[in-house]
Every structure is written in structure tokens, then in C-alpha cells.
């Protein structure tokens, strides 16, 4: 499987670059796969090149290269894993601990097993679950065409514009609500 991305959230909180990499899903996860011959998981940018000695950099790959892996791992950072959409997209198998983070595409509702491979929380068994889609490559490419077919749904259904317009026609009510009850709200001097 394969993974790029840049180095997201806040890196230099903690004593160390490498006690800060270390806290990071995406930093830790790069940094303990440096040698793996199942996860091909580099930074591209947002990072120095190596952690504790480590090379985590890496070239960018286009959509086109990453698709020639096996899998894709997608790891969220300070915000939705990015590439989350297109790779559902691709029929590719998605590698990723349960999504806790959620947009449009409602990441929340896929289901492990179903739409993607889980991974645990701490990310330690990204090449346990590798190895498995690789010793069960039916299976998980009947993962993959479900992701696809949730995302393709979501995008093409003929409900889809009709539902995209009733989006579009709340985001500004719910704006002008959430700013006319702000200006309501007391002011803590305080903080001023």
C-alpha cells in the first residue's frame, strides 16, 4: 500500500521533533514503515527530511502512480484524510482506522469490512492488514468496488443535484443564524 501526504497538525509542540513525530498518526506511521516491504508511506512536504535519523520524505506521485499499489492508505490529519473521495473513487482498497472526522460524503457511515480495511487506532497494524488484503484479494476487491459504489452513489444518484441545491440553500441560513446569535451573545471583558 501506499501513502502521501504532508505532515499535518501541530509539530513542534512537544520537546522534540521526534517525541512530536511519534504523537502524530501520520509522522509515527511514515517514521516505523521506513523499511517495510508492504507500506510504501512517505511525506512530501512539512517535514524535515529524516526524524531521529529516519528519511521521511519522499516524491509526490500523481493519482495515476499511487493507483498502481495494491492498496491506498489514508490517514487523517488535523482534518478529513484529503484524498479520502477520490481514492473511495478509484476501486482501489482504502486502508484506515474508523474516520472521526466527516464532510459531505458522510465518512462517519462507512462501515469497516464493507467499505474499507480497518486499521486500529495507534495505526500499528497497517502491514497485518496489508498482508491481508493481500492473502484474501477477492474479498478485498469486493471492499474496494463497495467503496465505489458508495461514493458513485453519493455523486451520480438522480437525487444527487436536488440534494446538492438543498445544501448549497442552507449553508448561507445556517451562516447568518450562527452570526446573528454570536453578535447576541454577552461579551466576556475579560478577554478583551
Known amino acids: 500500500c501506499s501513502f502521501r501526504g504532508k505532515n499535518t497538525g501541530l509539530y513542534n509542540q512537544y520537546p522534540s ?7 502524530m498518526d501520520r509522522c509515527r506511521t511514515v517514521y516505523e514503515h ?17 526524524v531521529n535519523g529516519v528519511p521521511v520524505l519522499g516524491p509526490k506521485m500523481t493519482i495515476a502512480e499511487l493507483l498502481n499499489y495494491t492498496a491506498i492508505l489514508m490517514i487523517e490529519g488535523i482534518d478529513v484524510a ?11 482498497v482504502i486502508l484506515m482506522k474508523p474516520p472521526t472526522r ?16 480497518p486499521l486500529n487506532d ?6 497485518e492488514k ?7 484479494a477477492d474479498h478485498a476487491q ?28 442552507e449553508i448561507p441560513r445556517r451562516y447568518q443564524k450562527h452570526f446573528r446569535e454570536a453578535k447576541s451573545l454577552p461579551v466576556d471583558e475579560e478577554f478583551m
Open 122 to 127: 495507534r495505526l500499528t497494524d497497517v502491514e
Open 130 to 136: 496489508m498482508q491481508w488484503v493481500m492473502d484474501h
Open 142 to 169: 469486493n471492499i474496494a468496488k463497495r467503496a465505489t459504489l458508495w461514493i458513485q452513489d453519493l455523486l451520480h444518484h438522480p437525487d444527487a443535484d436536488k440534494e446538492n441545491q438543498m445544501i448549497e440553500d
Open 34 to 50: 521506513v523499511n517495510s516491504t508492504l507500506v510504501d508511506a512517505k511525506f512530501t512536504s512539512g517535514i524535515h527530511e529524516t
Open 82 to 92: 484529503t484524498g479520502l473521495k477520490w481514492a473511495l473513487l478509484s476501486n482501489s
Open 17 to 23: 521533533p521526534f517525541a512530536s513525530c511519534l504523537a
Open 102 to 117: 466527516t464532510t459531505f460524503a458522510m465518512e462517519e457511515r462507512l462501515e469497516p469490512w464493507v467499505h474499507y480495511v
